[in-house]
């Protein structure tokens, strides 16, 4: 990598970029002088209460110390939060710290000289920070091939299975299923039952859920190059293979008798479950807290059903959410205050707070042991379900996570081919090979862009 | 070819507005007909009631002894000649001339034969095949007619072809037109505000006046014995002059101003209405030819009546020469009859301080601020009742 | 004319904004665009170098093909649609009488919508589940869910299109309509034409500049107006059936940070739009008539 050559140290930007020249102090900078505050931008996805519960660390933060004052700005969906800050970089004007989401995570990475990688943030400022301060799932979905974090997990969540207790109480199933073609079975039982939607998935993200988790949950490579962690040159998806075809088509299955329903990546698909239209929902578990608040009826959460027969199956989920990166060309008094703030936001206190009130995991193993030395985890063990899935086994070369550049754009095209498949257009067959050549030619536009 | 009848014919607008009273009109088969009058008088929706483009509000319309009133434009068989000609700008000439031939399914050898046929009546054979925005203004003109000919129409309608020709075009295309229809031979009604279209082309000039017809006849009739004020100041030019005035005691003279000319018996004789408005107000009307400069012509019989006025201004016309004069009369006002000054007559420009206009040989030894004395021939005179504007017969 | 200014200043003064403004909006960018057609670079604009064609081959890849289908049906369909329904309403308005003032507002008004809240507002009347037009088409026996359906996002988006484009269509069509005289239509009448035959040989031919004008605003509102719409209904899908070329563009370039992609199908775009208007002008000049 050209660009990666040259050395990023904290607050140098490369000429590359002609970013204005900052202070080229290879040692840390000082801390602001007494009595002078500096502003640090921070900049996210989260609304809702989840803004509310951000703002509240933020608060927090500022109120344990003077020298630094955090503000969080609301930019709007994950994407817009990458373009604005892409749009923001290369005018001069980036946010201190901005939340790029799961699937952005390539290409910001490979930009280097856009970012300060954290690790060496950390070390800058003799902060305690280490890959293994971090959960597996989480810790792994972020690292580089050196095993080193560029940006902090933050907000971190995976899929789960909801399901409508009273739904399938009625229907006589007495737990929810654990592989598919058990969840196949009770959707016809449950249709027999009168309730004729068994399933529903995430509106927006349903090629995350049914396509990258269902890989690491259950085992299958996702691309190569070990999920794009090892290399960027020749990079190629894996998806036109038996498992996923075969999950394709049986959710074709179930749609075509209208036992599962989606209704394409602009429209939500939490209504169907909280208002009981669908028995059974595949949602991750940043969710929670809004299917609590919705759904008048007792309700469960499982682990997500696994391919049945699989030996491997299940391996662990992979996080979903997003990680926080510090963005080069800012005045070097910013750099200490964003570490203060990060190593601020992976406290087991700031973890745990984060946690209970938002369905998110805890990303650091000190902020779940809070957890559950608080009780939270008995008195709610819907939140559990998720760290279990995440942390079920020691992720593998092919379950740490999904590393392609332009993984967004990958996404569209995957998404495109559920609908073909749920509508009845295309063959699951048909559908997803057409959706890994086209994903390929994405794949290498960014291998040629990105990889030297 | 058919003859022309409106009957007591009416045109009421939505809003309340009559734009034409009861007018009937018998046109002649061949006959050319002209509808004259100032803008606003309901000539030309007289016109556009017997093309069809309006809707008649009362009366009955006939055309070849048939009432056509509710029978479409197509179906009346009327030609049209617009006033801003309406030529089709995107097409050539010969298919803006052809267009109704081609509507009515002829074969293209039988349009392209009347066309041509039309096109060298009219001189506009070299230009068949230019478009509208290529011709001159009287070619444009010559395509309108051209358009209305070519369908053998048995009535021939025109709405003031000649408007839009400059001075001498239009002159020259007076003459043509009246050849041309002449030529066709059928029925035709021509609409113009200008008095001298209508005196040179019609066979009958049809008067009209606020939506009421004042008089159809032929045109010199017009002239000399014009039913009422609004024709006897329309009809002419310059206009006739009329004055406020009174009649004498047994209507042996009248009085103009401090001046008054004896009226002889045999003019009480040739026009009894007279006797009844002695020593009335009456208007009194006097074309400028009937002026004669420096007292009565030689070889007339003496005349008991001159008028002495005072030279404004003299217009010399080559052939004639124009002099407008002052004397202490009172301007009988036109607007009170609807006709606005100037609209009447074209030429022959009044003076807000002159009193009248005089016809004179062209050398005739006069200046401007000149004492001089017309004779007058009383024959010559009109009378109006000075209320009604009716003619004194 | 001579010379007004005496000084070259002024008159240099006076154009000057209009030249930044075209400098600044549409040269300067455009330049960039043709820059970046010929580099690739990473998103954040680093790393740049020059890489050829590459970009044009990969525009060229994959939905590239689909996304010229889906645009030259949507133009194809919109224009001529919306030109038919508003030129077919503003003749009938034009023969009302009193009321005429009342049907012009009430046609034109669709066009003051803003297409984010028209495309909005369709989109609630629409709506699979609850919409009231989704109702009524299922009552209809339409299994309507455009969320799935290609052909159903294609057809509501070109519907909706269609509903704003024809307003502005209907503006234009109107003041041609009043510019023909009279007297050129009553001189059709005398000459014996009925009312479908005056449209067609008269009014219609008089009528060109106008046909042409809007046309042209008409596939130029297709080919790169048709944002905002898609964005609100169909984000391009399902399945591409809606990505138009400038949304294509859109995405490549603003959502997936791909400048070097999106510059080289902006000048794809800008060359096959190009193409378009010579032709239109070509065929359309042979025929239509200036007054």
Redesign the interface.
Known sequence: MAVAAAAISMGIATAACGSPTKTSAAAAAPAPAPGHTVDLNVWTAFSGSLGTAFDHLVSQFNASQSQYRVTAVYKGSYSQVLSDTIAAFKAHAAPDISQIFDAGTATIMDSAGSYVPVYKLMSEYKIPFSTGSFIGGAASYYETSGDQLDSMPFNSSTPVLYYNKAELQAAGISTPPTTWSELESDASVLAAHGQKCALSSSGAYVMWTDMEEFSTWNGYPYANHQNGYTGIKGMQLKINSAPIVDHLALLGRLASKGEYIWNGVSTSTVPLFTNGTCAMYEQSSASLNTIEAAAKFPFGVAELPVVAGDKAAPQNTVVGGASLWVMSGAPAVHYRGDAEFLHFLMSAQSQAYWASNTGYVPVTPAGSSLLSSQGFYSSHPNDLVAVKELTNKAPTADSRGIRLGYLPEVRQVEASAIAAVLSGKQSAAAAVSSAETQGNTILAQFASQYGG | MASITLDRVSKRYPNGFQAVHDLSIDIADGEFMVLVGPSGCGKTTALRMVAGLEDISSGTLSIGGRVVNEVTPRERDVAMVFQNYALYPHMTVADNIGFSLKLRKLSKSETKEKVRAAADVLGLTEWLDRKPAQLSGGQRQRVAMGRAIVRDPRVFLMDEPLSNLDAKLRVEMRAEVARIQRRIGVAAIYVTHDQTEAMTMGDRVAVLGGGRLQQCDQPQVLYDRPANLFVAAFIGSPAMNLYRAALGQGSASVHVGSQSISLPESLRRGRPGLVRYAGRPVVVGIRAEDLHLGGPPQAAEVWDGCLEGRVELIESLGSEMLVHFSFDAERADLKDVGVADGEAAEEGWVGASDTGIARAEPRAAVTIGQMVRFGVDPDRLHFFDAGTGEAIV | MPPVFKHRLLPAALILPEVVVVVIFFIWPSGKALLEAFR?????????RF?GL?NFG?AL???YLQAVEVTATFTAITTLVSMGISLFLAVQVESTGRLRPVYRTLFIWTYAVPGAIGAALWLFLFE?KVGPGARALEALGVHW?F????TQAFALVCALTIWQQSAYNFVFFSAGLQSI?D??V?????????PV?RFW??VF??L?PTVLFVTVSDVLAALFGSFAVIDVI??G????STTTLVYMLY??G?????V??AGAESMLLFVLAGALLVVQFKVFNRRV?Y?
């Open positions: 690739q670079s990473n998103a954040f604009g680093l790393g740049a890489s590459a990969s890849h994959g939905g699979p869910n969320a799935l359906s290609g005289p007297a050129v009553e001189a059709a009448t005398m000459d014996g034409a009925g035959t040989k008269v031919p008089l060109g169909s984000q899908g399902p399945g591409g995405r490549d603003f959502q997936n940070g791909d070097g992609l008539h007054r």
